[in-house]
Every structure is written in structure tokens, then in C-alpha cells.
């Protein structure tokens, strides 16, 4: 497995400071990205507890060794049953408060942990510590930027396949095989190509179906390098052009455009929102817009910032997302263009590098 450890400690100083400003004595963390990020650990499992002088690294004995290869200035701990051994770090010290991620700790763990700490109080917190990892160093960056390489060099290689009579999943599947080869560590998500009508569908799954002329295909797709994802979707028009579906992508391409053109730090998310989705509704196709602009991408393909019209973030240089307007006609066709971008103090650079121009394949 490909890692970069361990991790810059200024990360894990800039938790301390949110320690602090919650006034608690500890957090801990289960999520693995978040785990991954402040030690350089890759293992699939395990427990963090951050104190007001040292950090402590929980594995079961699968990952001993490599936890101990991987990471620097943290203890590592063995444990044999994963609440005990947290609840026995925890248990030790003169701690009354510790923080948890809501979202990465579920009402069974939750219950039992609170059964073995007694009086100690659990304190849920929200998105603290996602939004530390929504601005990228340059290292971050170069994995990002390799992994659009890989995928961009992969849809290249498959772009041929995409023709009548060829199937959804053998596209799909293809692509895969594609990235993989090229030094993907996985895919981002379940690959999609989706012809047809199913495109109408926003996150359709490849099935049987066999392209025919007059299709529009969407493939949204991404890939792994260094544990950092790219997504990027491209939709092509198969056969012969139809006017209601260039009209369409057209559409979709200025909003998409529109939106790349106000990106700067200090712009607030929800005006990116606002922007793509203005164009697309002064376009009368504004009902068939139905999810969100856009997200951060990093060690998971979805993550701070969101680009929502109800998101509170500023976007700030170094943060990696994604712009990704699109319209889904029911039962006819859908249109998704989405390029992932680095936020800059004045613009933004586009990473991905497949062509968003509108394309027939004959």
C-alpha cells in the first residue's frame, strides 16, 4: 500500500487548539480518514485518543507492526477487544470530558463505551474535525492531481468502447481494469455509466443494458492514488446529435463554466450554488437540477467543503472540490458535467483534464 508517514505534526497541533476551544480534556476518533490524517496510519481499523500531552494509537494485533512502522510521536496500544482497550486509555488519567465524532460512532458503541467510563461524560462533536482536513498541503495536492492523471488517462483508453451495442457494465468494468493498471489503488466509488434513460437516474449502477445511437452516457468515475480520490463526470452524446440534448448540455456547461469563473477564497459555497443553479433555472430546466453543486474531495471522495445552498463554509486556497451541475429528464436522458478543481486566492486551477466540450462518438 502506498502511504506518506507519518503525518505533519501541525495537524495534530491544530487539534489540540480545538481541544481547547471545546474545553474538553480528550477526543477521540474512530474515523479512519480522520485517524489516517493526523498519524499516517492505513490500517483499516482502529482508535485514536488525543490527550493534552500525547496521543495514543489503538490496533488489534493484525496491525501492531505496521502501526508502528507507519506512525511517529504517537504510543501505539494493542488491544484484544476494541471498547475495552479504549476504554482502559481513557480510564487512565484524571480525565472527566472527551470528545467524539458523532457521525463515526454508532448508538451500540456509544452505549457500551458509556457503560465501562462511569461518570466520565461523552461529548458528541460535528464537523470540527472534517473541516480541518477541507484545505490541502502541497503534498495532499500531488496525490490528488496523480489520481485525475490516472483516470483521465483510463477513460482515454476506453473511450472507444462506448459505441451501440456495447453494455453498460463492460464499460464499467473496463474502466476499472483501466485505472487499476495505471497505479490506482482502487476505484473512488462504484464506477457509473449510465446510457440512455437510465442517465435520467443521477446515480444509476451500470447494468445490461446495451448502448444504442441516440443515447447520452454519463460516466462518473474517479480514482485512488495514495489514498486521495479524484472524481470527474463526463457525458457524451452516442450516434447523432439531438437538438433538445445539446440545448441541454449546453445548458449545463454554462452553469458549469459560470460557477468555475466566481471560484475564490473567500467566496462563500452557497453563492457557487447559487450561480450553477440560476443559469440552469432561467434555462426553464431548473426542476431536473436535484442534488448539490459540488463537495470536497480528499481522503474520502465526499468531504468538506459542500457546495449546497444551505452550506455555511468560505472557500479558502488549498481546498479540493469538486463542480458538478447536471439535469436528469424522467424516463429520457440526463446531462452531468463535473470537473474537481484546487480553490486558489484569485481562480482555481482544474485538475481533471478530460474535455467537457460537447462530444458525439460514432
Request: glycine share 8%; hydrophobic share 40%; proline share 3%.
Amino acid at each position: 500500500m502506498h502511504h506518506d508517514s507519518p503525518a505533519p505534526p501541525e495537524r495534530m497541533a491544530r487539534v489540540r487548539v480545538i481541544i481547547h476551544e471545546l474545553d474538553i480534556d480528550a477526543l477521540l476518533l474512530l474515523d479512519m480518514n480522520n485517524i489516517r490524517y493526523l498519524t499516517g496510519f492505513t490500517g483499516s481499523d482502529g482508535a485514536l485518543v488525543i490527550g493534552e500531552n500525547e496521543e495514543t494509537l489503538l490496533v488489534d494485533g493484525r496491525y501492531t507492526n505496521q502501526a508502528r512502522k507507519e506512525v511517529e510521536g504517537c504510543h501505539v496500544s494493542e488491544y484484544k477487544e476494541k471498547i475495552d482497550g479504549i476504554a482502559a486509555i481513557l480510564l487512565d488519567g484524571s480525565l472527566t470530558s472527551v470528545g467524539f465524532e458523532s457521525q463515526a460512532m454508532n448508538v451500540n458503541t456509544y452505549l457500551n463505551l458509556k457503560e465501562k467510563l462511569g461518570g466520565l461524560t461523552l461529548n458528541p462533536l460535528s464537523n470540527e474535525i472534517a473541516a480541518l482536513r477541507a484545505v490541502k498541503d502541497e503534498k495532499e495536492i500531488a496525490h490528488i492531481r496523480r489520481a485525475a492523471e490516472i483516470s483521465c488517462e483510463a477513460l482515454t483508453a476506453v473511450r472507444d468502447l462506448i459505441k451501440p451495442g456495447v453494455r453498460e457494465t463492460d464499460i464499467a468494468i473496463e474502466l476499472d481494469f483501466q485505472m487499476r493498471r495505471r497505479g490506482a489503488e482502487q476505484v473512488s466509488f462504484p464506477t457509473i455509466v449510465a446510457s440512455g434513460a437510465n442517465s435520467a437516474q443521477p446515480h444509476a449502477q451500470p447494468g445490461l443494458r446495451a448502448i444504442k445511437n441516440g443515447d447520452m452516457v454519463i460516466i462518473d468515475y474517479g480514482a485512488v492514488h495514495c489514498g486521495y480520490h479524484s472524481d470527474e463526470t463526463c457525458t457524451f452524446a452516442v450516434g447523432y446529435k439531438d437538438k433538445k440534448q445539446e440545448e441541454a448540455y449546453s445548458l449545463v456547461k454554462t452553469a458549469h463554466d459560470r460557477a468555475l469563473e466566481a471560484v475564490k477564497a473567500g467566496i462563500p459555497c452557497v453563492e457557487i450554488d447559487r450561480i450553477a443553479r440560476e443559469c440552469i433555472e432561467i434555462g426553464k430546466l431548473g426542476k431536473y437540477f436535484t442534488h448539490g453543486t459540488g463537495h470536497g474531495v480528499g481522503l474520502d471522495v465526499h468531504e468538506a467543503p459542500r457546495i449546497t445552498s444551505n452550506s455555511e463554509m468560505i472557500l479558502e486556497a488549498g481546498m479540493v472540490l469538486t463542480v458538478e451541475p447536471g439535469v436528469y429528464i424522467p424516463d429520457l436522458w440526463g446531462v452531468r458535467i463535473e470537473d474537481m478543481i484546487l480553490v486558489k486566492g484569485e481562480g482555481c486551477e482544474v485538475l481533471t483534464r478530460v474535455s467537457k466540450n460537447f462530444t458525439v462518438l460514432q
